[in-house]
């Protein structure tokens, strides 16, 4: 049974940016390299929706089209940890943001494809 644990969220201000964090933690031993890890988020009264992914290897990167280049997620498997950059943040990117991962070398836009959650971190943005 893995461990996912999100940390970094915050309130900013629009434009501003926030660097969100995903440990991965496991038995002793474990390892992150052969898990694919995605953020995702959910806003007050909507659907959970796709953030951003990378395969095990971070060469293969996802993102939704309404943070494509303002987000950038990476990975640092050393440390099982993924993060996600976050810049030139708006309003309407106020979400919990969840950090997700299945033991799949590739990644995926679907949230019923990950076996491993976190609790999610609160991410405001407001002037």
């Known amino acids: 049974q893995l461990q996912v644990e999100e940390s970094g969220g915050g309130s900013v201000q629009p434009g501003g940016s926030l660097r969100l964090s995903c440990g991965v933690s496991g038995p002793s031993g474990f390892s992150l390299d052969p898990y694919g890890v995605a953020w995702f988020r959910q806003a007050p009264g909507k659907e959970r929706e796709f953030v951003a992914a990378i395969s095990w290897s971070g060469t293969g990167t996802h993102y939704a089209d309404s943070v494509k280049g303002r987000f950038t997620i990476s990975r640092d498997n050393a440390k099982n940890t993924v993060y996600l950059q976050m810049n030139s943040l708006r309003p309407e990117d106020t979400a919990v943001y969840y950090c997700?991962?299945?033991?799949?070398?590739?990644?995926?836009?679907?949230?019923?494809?990950?076996?491993?959650w976190g609790q999610g971190t609160q991410v405001t943005v407001s002037s």
């Open positions: 997700a991962a299945r033991p799949s070398t590739t990644n995926s836009r679907e949230g019923d494809h990950y076996d491993y």
